[in-house]
């Protein structure tokens, strides 16, 4: 049985959803590290900051599916939406508001990581879940 049109689009946009959402961890890795460095922040600092993005995404998956279905699929997904656009935009300010302030940095900019990686858990189960329940039929797909 082929796809709709209706289905094949939903799944192109859940797939876009996904990707952006999860790219913020990606999209730091290559200028990260020297960045840190000319904030004054010591290498073995880096790296803490780097995965502060997992450690929350992990966290928050675990719990992610019963938030959606205690608050409702759609709420969790404009939460997880929300975090993943608000976390990069508190951390490009980081800098300016602790400049060369090497502790409050780091705890600022691993906060930062943490809320981009629960807005990324968020959107993911949400959206793996209304997928799966959207397209019944190709669910094993």
Same mark, same amino acid.
């Given at each position: 049985?082929?796809?709709?049109?209706?289905?094949?689009?939903?799944?192109?946009?859940?797939?876009?959803? !996904?990707?952006? +959402?999860?790219? *913020?961890? @990606?999209?730091? $890795?290559? #200028?990260?590290?020297?960045?840190?460095?000319?904030? &004054?922040?010591?290498?073995?600092?880096?790296?803490?900051?780097?995965?502060?993005?997992?450690?929350?995404? !992990?966290?928050? +998956?675990?719990? *992610?599916? @019963?938030?959606? $279905?205690? #608050?409702?699929?759609?709420?969790?997904?404009?939460? &997880?939406?929300?975090?993943?656009?608000?976390?990069?935009?508190?951390?490009?300010?980081?800098?300016?508001?602790?400049?060369?302030?090497?502790?409050?940095?780091?705890?600022?900019?691993?906060?930062?990581?943490?809320?981009?990686?629960?807005? &990324?858990?968020?959107?993911?189960?949400?959206?793996?879940?209304?997928?799966?329940?959207?397209?019944?039929?190709?669910?094993?797909?």
């Amino acid at each position: 049985m082929a796809m709709s049109l209706r289905e094949v689009a939903y799944l192109c946009c859940s797939l876009l959803l !996904l990707t952006l +959402s999860n790219m *913020s961890f @990606a999209a730091f $890795t290559s #200028f990260f590290p020297p960045a840190m460095v000319g904030f &004054g922040i010591r290498q073995t600092l880096i790296a803490p900051i780097f995965s502060a993005f997992m450690v929350a995404q !992990l966290s928050t +998956s675990m719990v *992610s599916g @019963a938030l959606a $279905t205690r #608050f409702g699929r759609q709420p969790v997904l404009c939460c &997880g939406v929300c975090c993943v656009s608000v976390g990069p935009i508190l951390f490009a300010f980081v800098p300016d508001i602790f400049t060369h302030q090497e502790w409050p940095q780091v705890i600022a900019f691993a906060l930062c990581r943490m809320v981009m990686g629960v807005g &990324g858990a968020l959107v993911q189960t949400v959206t793996m879940s209304t997928l799966s329940d959207g397209v019944p039929a190709h669910r094993a797909r």
